[in-house]
């Protein structure tokens, strides 16, 4: 464990860890000890700037958790029409029981696909320009096969729509537009737009995407799976009334763009990882989110894990930010948070280990429940800032007056984490929120 060295207006309180690490010093001249700093009409005060140097032999690197499911035919989009059967849709559901290729187009105002065939049986749906309502069930439902595949055509738009309720299916509760017993795999080049009254993609064993564009809509889950998810690529416009991906196991993502306007939590697994991609997204609750079944109390579950190693992250949350009910690591990748806007929650939360060896950080909040991370391998630094509005912008310049971190929270904040590799140990660094600045000194 790093060194925790907190500063209040009465005390310094300072503890170190049992094994021999590197810890911070804090220069004279540019902390005062046992007063806050006042500027202007508001308080800046240092609560914890820490920077430590961590034995690469005394901690155990971990590895990117990367999905080892895919295979060639995930992000295979091409087909051979002379060896494929194409259903114009009219009036009347489809019924698919063998293995093949199947190009879709034309419109079903109230129906479905169904596919039910054999265990071994591979079958691939090409959408090619279609639009399948249903009033009752999925618009695409997979009953059984070995595996499935939905391609969205170069160049076309698809439409699948559950306009009413989900009937259930004998014991099966089917509750997606999309709803897959078996594992399933989206790609393409073309682009699907899913409208839901309850979840939109659900898949009851793995569920990988490795392309296309999809615009999804939902009062339920956006996307959803019991064993896995594995995203590596596509675009995705998500406005969710529950969460915007969600898997009751591991979550992976390698690449994609993601733009979730609404949600209540945004990606939430028994894991989450996020290893590249581009995220936007404003949840009222938990931004990310790792939370097992059992029933830890207030202890770790040593099941759950977030671990970001690549990609770009923008988190707006209402509840925390990235909450895990076990272990955070951030080993890459550029992370902002903003928020929460109330003291009840925080923009980290862990409830085992946080550890920082890569990238960059920077999470606005209020205090309340703040928390730096447990280890870190590079300059971090958690601030009160005083009560700053929404859009007032924080920014660190060097001792030269160079600016190297910059960040406009979307959410009004009191305080601010900020690690990164540009902290350098023996650099002075002014941090800036609104019209209140400090000087803060990183010493070995």
């Given at each position: 464990m790093?060194?925790?060295?907190?500063?209040?207006?009465?005390?310094?309180?300072?503890?170190?860890?049992?094994t021999?690490?590197?810890?911070?010093?804090?220069?004279?001249?540019?902390?005062q000890i046992?007063?806050?700093?006042i500027?202007?009409?508001?308080?800046?005060s240092?609560?914890l700037?820490?920077?430590?140097?961590?034995d690469?032999?005394?901690?155990?690197e971990?590895?990117?958790?990367?999905?080892?499911?895919?295979?060639?035919?995930?992000?295979?989009?091409?087909?051979?029409?002379?060896?494929?059967?194409?259903?114009e849709?009219?009036?009347?559901?489809?019924s698919?029981?063998?293995?093949?290729?199947y190009?879709?187009?034309?419109?079903l105002e109230?129906?479905?696909?169904?596919?039910?065939?054999?265990?071994?049986?591979?079958?691939r749906?090409?959408?090619?320009g279609?639009?399948?309502?249903?009033?009752?069930?999925?618009?695409?439902y997979?009953?059984?096969?070995?595996?499935?595949?939905i391609?969205?055509?170069?160049?076309?738009?698809?439409?699948l729509?559950?306009?009413?309720?989900?009937?259930?299916?004998?014991d099966t509760?089917?509750?997606?537009v999309?709803?897959?017993?078996?594992d399933?795999?989206?790609?393409?080049?073309?682009?699907?737009?899913?409208n839901?009254e309850?979840?939109?993609?659900?898949?009851?064993?793995e569920?990988?995407?490795?392309g296309?564009v999809?615009?999804i809509?939902?009062?339920?889950?956006?996307?959803?799976?019991?064993?896995?998810?594995?995203?590596?690529?596509?675009?995705?416009?998500?406005?969710s009334?529950?969460?915007a991906v969600?898997?009751?196991?591991?979550l992976i993502?390698?690449?994609?763009?993601?733009?979730?306007s609404?949600?209540?939590e945004g990606?939430?697994?028994?894991?989450?990882t996020?290893?590249?991609?581009?995220i936007?997204?404003t949840a009222?609750?938990d931004?990310?989110?790792?939370?097992?079944?059992s029933d830890a109390?207030?202890?770790?579950?040593?099941?759950c894990?977030?671990?970001?190693?690549?990609?770009?992250?923008?988190?707006?949350?209402?509840?925390d930010?990235?909450?895990?009910?076990?272990?955070?690591?951030?080993?890459?990748?550029?992370?902002?948070?903003?928020?929460?806007?109330?003291?009840g929650?925080?923009?980290?939360?862990?409830?085992g280990?946080g550890t920082?060896?890569?990238?960059?950080?920077?999470?606005?909040?209020m205090?309340?429940?703040?928390?730096?991370?447990t280890?870190?391998?590079?300059?971090?630094?958690?601030l009160?800032?005083?009560n700053?509005?929404?859009?007032?912008?924080?920014?660190v310049?060097?001792s030269?007056?160079?600016?190297i971190?910059?960040?406009?929270?979307?959410t009004?904040?009191?305080c601010?984490l900020?690690?990164?590799?540009?902290?350098?140990?023996g650099e002075?660094?002014?941090?800036?929120?609104g019209?209140?600045?400090?000087?803060i000194?990183?010493?070995?």
């Amino acid at each position: 464990m790093s060194p925790f060295i907190a500063f209040s207006s009465t005390e310094v309180f300072t503890t170190f860890p049992t094994t021999p690490v590197s810890f911070i010093s804090i220069n004279s001249h540019s902390i005062q000890i046992g007063n806050s700093f006042i500027i202007g009409a508001s308080t800046f005060s240092l609560l914890l700037a820490a920077c430590s140097n961590i034995d690469a032999t005394g901690q155990e690197e971990s590895s990117p958790n990367t999905s080892e499911v895919n295979r060639d035919s995930d992000y295979d989009t091409q087909f051979d029409e002379s060896d494929s059967v194409e259903i114009e849709l009219s009036e009347e559901s489809v019924s698919i029981t063998e293995a093949g290729t199947y190009v879709i187009s034309g419109t079903l105002e109230d129906g479905a696909i169904v596919i039910d065939a054999s265990d071994e049986d591979e079958i691939r749906l090409v959408l090619n320009g279609c639009s399948i309502t249903s009033s009752v069930s999925a618009a695409i439902y997979v009953k059984n096969a070995g595996k499935v595949s939905i391609t969205t055509a170069e160049g076309s738009v698809n439409y699948l729509t559950n306009e009413s309720i989900f009937e259930a299916d004998g014991d099966t509760n089917v509750d997606g537009v999309i709803f897959s017993k078996d594992d399933l795999t989206l790609n393409g080049e073309g682009t699907l737009v899913i409208n839901s009254e309850d979840n939109g993609i659900v898949a009851k064993d793995e569920l990988v995407i490795t392309g296309g564009v999809y615009e999804i809509y939902s009062a339920g889950d956006a996307i959803q799976a019991n064993d896995l998810i594995s995203i590596n690529g596509g675009t995705f416009t998500i406005s969710s009334g529950d969460d915007a991906v969600h898997c009751d196991a591991d979550l992976i993502i390698d690449g994609g763009s993601f733009n979730i306007s609404e949600c209540v939590e945004g990606l939430e697994g028994n894991t989450v990882t996020v290893n590249g991609g581009e995220i936007t997204l404003t949840a009222s609750d938990d931004g990310i989110n790792a939370a097992g079944e059992s029933d830890a109390g207030m202890q770790a579950d040593a099941s759950c894990r977030i671990e970001i190693n690549g990609g770009t992250v923008n988190i707006t949350s209402y509840g925390d930010g990235i909450d895990s009910n076990g272990d955070l690591i951030v080993n890459g990748g550029y992370i902002t948070i903003s928020g929460p806007e109330n003291s009840g929650n925080g923009s980290l939360d862990y409830a085992g280990s946080g550890t920082i060896t890569g990238g960059t950080l920077i999470a606005a909040g209020m205090s309340g429940m703040e928390m730096n991370m447990t280890s870190a391998s590079q300059g971090s630094i958690l601030l009160s800032t005083g009560n700053q509005t929404s859009g007032t912008s924080i920014t660190v310049t060097d001792s030269s007056g160079s600016e190297i971190l910059s960040f406009t929270p979307s959410t009004s904040y009191s305080c601010v984490l900020i690690s990164s590799p540009e902290l350098e140990l023996g650099e002075t660094y002014t941090v800036t929120a609104g019209t209140s600045s400090q000087e803060i000194t990183l010493n070995e």
